[in-house]
């Protein structure tokens, strides 16, 4: 099975996916888009810059969702069950997914985080300020991405992140529930 948690920056994707990783999900591996980047381009440090510049370009970006989709084949196909989370903010990029899990036979699940806007800049901000992210998105970057964030087609829940973790994962848990019957 693929969960796939997608979203904007700064909307709980990551917190989001690492307590349903220890929690409901807790055999499930998990693949962080950030996470990847990190280590595919060697960074140790954050990289604030701006959409589209050097490791966010378009070509880079695509080297990063290349490499998980190869990941994400291996590991179904092994018979693993992963936790996929990053922006997706492309149908194109997230149908690659889901077609592995189709050309593959597993179950996908999406969930889309969000957060109530007129709270994002000062918790992005404030992010940066804490410096324990691994993500690199500020305000200007989230604005960008909202902008271009492509529905979601296909049968997904919403968790709206503002609520506490529990509340989250509960309503994970009963759409997954309710999806495997």
């Known amino acids: 099975m693929l969960i796939l ?5 700064g ?14 999900f807790s ?3 998990s693949i962080s888009t ?10 140790s440090e954050h990289h604030y810059l701006d959409f589209n ?12 969702y290349n490499v998980i989709n190869l990941m994400v084949d291996i590991l179904l196909t092994q018979g693993f069950s992963i936790v ?36 994002m800049e000062f918790r992005l901000k404030n992010r940066e300020i804490s410096d324990n992210d691994t993500s690199d998105a500020r305000y200007h970057i989230y604005l960008a991405l909202k ?5 979601i087609e296909q049968p997904h829940i919403t968790i709206n992140t503002q609520q506490s973790i529990t509340s989250c994962i509960e309503e994970v848990k ?6 495997q019957t």
């Open 84 to 119: 996929v989370e990053g922006t997706y903010y492309t149908r194109e990029k997230r149908d690659i997914l889901l077609q592995t899990c189709h050309r593959l036979k597993h179950q996908y699940l999406i969930i889309k985080t969000s957060y109530p806007d007129e709270l």
């Open 174 to 179: 009963n759409y997954y529930d309710k999806i």
């Open 53 to 64: 510049q050097e490791i966010y370009s378009q070509e880079k970006r695509n080297e990063i």
């Open 147 to 151: 902008e271009r964030f492509e529905s």
């Open 5 to 9: 948690v997608v979203g904007l920056p």
């Open 11 to 24: 909307t709980g994707k990551t917190f989001l996916a690492e307590n349903l990783l220890s929690s409901h």
């Open 27 to 29: 055999g499930f591996i």
């Open 34 to 43: 950030d996470e990847i980047r990190r280590r595919y381009f060697g960074l």
